[in-house]
């Protein structure tokens, strides 16, 4: 039987992209990624590269059909180990398509073959870039913003010369109908937002933001919800300090429960924002607020412990990344949250009130005043704004509060 594969050669060669198969390669190991998973990345970009050859489809042609054409074509190459490939599965198709980015980012094939974003209203892009040089809005919640303004341009309109107080007041009632009082509380801030925007460029009549309604809420009505001292303390205890994944998680956790930092100051925290000399840790919060506070010893010795001997060695300016492969700065928020949340795991804690990376900060806020610190010290560490935002945390003194409770009249019980 004659062999179907003949002329197929048996190692798969890059041919004019294999210097650039080679660059993605140690890209990839200097991310730390494992030898076999850098194989499989550089099997699969050495394979789409044959395959561009018998395609003859040369770089400048190369669009984004064309790793869908990559996707559906029946494979009569030879991958490495000589088996026949049939099927291009979607890990193998995702593989490729970061080697295709790898290529654009080195302007190698053209930026246009990168996903791009929607298309999105230039009004709303002109609000956006406002929000961002003149407010100084972190990114999340500016892409937050321009979402639910964008949800609400099907009522609103697109010509906001034509808004009125009653189109206004009638968005918000609708979305009041289909989504929770936080959400739409939420959105009518974007939209307060939006309106002060259009009138102080003159797109639009002014006053148009008071139409919006205020979102019925008591404010600051709950209870903090917050870890005693002694979960704290074990929350911290239970990281294995003998990973680099356990130091990590604890100097993020002392930071969090001794400065009471936000998720957003972690992933934000750079190299150059800590004094060694002063004991010092700069912050950029909220409104690009930015304030020095005092690094406390356990938190310090264990960001230099991590810094020291857990730190995966990249070329990055922020304190914390990955602990695996492929070692980056964290993205989110979330990646923080995650790190609590895995520590309450550890420690045993399933009646936490909440599971984010704010329970560390509310906890910080109510031991504090518990030690006898001062509402103004308290609001100067957490970089409250307002007095009345620290003095929330009052309310968790619940033995303080009994004495100064005064009986309620007539002496009958409510």
Known sequence: MADRSAGAPRYMEAGSLQSFVEAFSGTLQACRHSPLTVAGYTDSARHFSVWLRRSRISLDQIDRETLQRFAQHRCRCRCGGGKRQVHVSARYVRRVSRFISFLAEREVIGMAVLPVCKDIDPHIAAYQHWLRHHRGISDRTIDRHGRMIT????????????YNASVVLQTIL?????????QVKTIATALRGYLQFLTANGLCRPNLDDAVPTVPQWHLSALPRYLPSRSVDRLIDRCDLTTPHGIRDRAILLLLARLGLRAGDIIAMHISDISWKDGTL?????GRQEVTLPLPQDAGEALLEYLLHARPHVDDDVVFLR???????????????????????????????????NLLRHSAATSMLRAGASLDAVGAVLRHRSIDTTAHYAKVDILMLQQIAQPWPGGVSC
């Open 151 to 162: 949800r609400l341009l099907p009522r609103l309109g697109n010509v906001p010369e034509q």
């Open 174 to 182: 609708d979305e009041a109908r289909v989504s929770s009082p936080a």
């Open 282 to 286: 700069r912050v950029c919060g909220k």
């Open 323 to 357: 602990s695996r492969a492929p070692y980056r700065r964290l993205q989110s928020s979330t990646n923080v949250s995650n790190v609590v949340r895995l520590a309450l795991r550890r420690a045993g804690i399933d009646d936490a009130p909440t599971h984010g990376a």
